[in-house]
């Protein structure tokens, strides 16, 4: 049933500002890292030196492109990857802003499960 599913879980359940930032908490508390970029003129993602972690994690918001990822379901050539990811992108301004946490593929899966996330 794996070798059909993307990685991708279904962030659609989350239907208030407060639930949505409850989960990137939790998950920032099972992360082993983090990153945060922002996009420059050119449109490339570069690291963001002009945000804090703190300022970024106010940003989030279910109007914003928030993703759940196994990205070991997608690393076919055994790359070596970050396990699982919890992100989102503010979309559409003139400067988006990009979170990455990265989290073990055990702590992402507890994380779907506790939140009930279901598999896209």
Partial sequence: MDKFWGGFFDMSHFKS???????FED???????NRID?????YARVICTTHT????????????????I???IQNIYDFDIDDGEVGFCTMGEERDI??????SKENLHKLATDYKLKRL
Wanted: glycine letters at 2%; proline letters at 0%.
């Fill in 17 to 23: 500002d407060t639930h949505l930032r409850s989960f």
């Fill in 27 to 33: 998950a920032l508390k099972l992360s082993y890292g």
């Fill in 38 to 42: 922002i996009k420059d003129d050119t």
């Fill in 53 to 68: 972690l703190s300022e970024v994690m106010d940003m989030i918001s279910i109007v914003h492109h928030n993703v759940c």
């Fill in 70 to 72: 196994d990205r070991t």
């Fill in 98 to 103: 990009f979170l990455y946490l990265f989290l």
